[in-house]
């Protein structure tokens, strides 16, 4: 089984900064693409930021310039780099990742989701 495991949530105020990370685990062969969604209640899932195993990124508009996507390879994590956090950045974010299994197979997990809170 594969377990993402995220970290590095809370309550920050506007203008300030937070770094999640997400850690991948389990029967692992290879990670393809990790990337970062974020969710509000009674609201999809949307994306925020993608990243390839080879280190190519893609954002959502609104997300441009504020935050960074990046990944450890040999440990398997995504960080997701927030600034100028706004309150309509507040969310439960969620990772993703496509996973090679070590029995080959090709499966995408998400994690358990992380509160983000920006108030005052």
């Known amino acids: 089984q594969v377990q993402l495991v995220e970290s590095g949530g809370g309550l920050v105020q506007p203008g300030g900064s937070l770094r999640l990370s997400c850690a991948a685990s389990?029967?692992?062969?290879?990670?393809?693409?990790m990337g970062w969604y974020r969710q509000t209640p009674g609201e999809q899932r949307d994306l925020v930021a993608t990243?390839?195993?080879?280190?190519?990124?893609n954002y959502a508009d609104s997300e441009k310039g504020r935050f960074t996507i990046s990944r450890d390879n040999a440990k398997n994590t995504v960080y997701l780099q927030m600034n100028s956090l706004k309150p309509e950045d507040t969310a439960v974010y969620y990772c993703?990742?496509?996973?090679?299994?070590?029995?080959?197979?090709?499966?995408?997990?998400w994690g358990q989701g992380t509160q983000v809170t920006v108030s005052s």
């Open positions: 993703n990742a496509r996973v090679i299994r070590r029995d080959f197979r090709e499966r995408t997990y």
């Open positions: 389990g029967s692992i062969f290879a990670v393809n693409d």
């Open positions: 990243i390839t195993s080879s280190g190519r990124t």
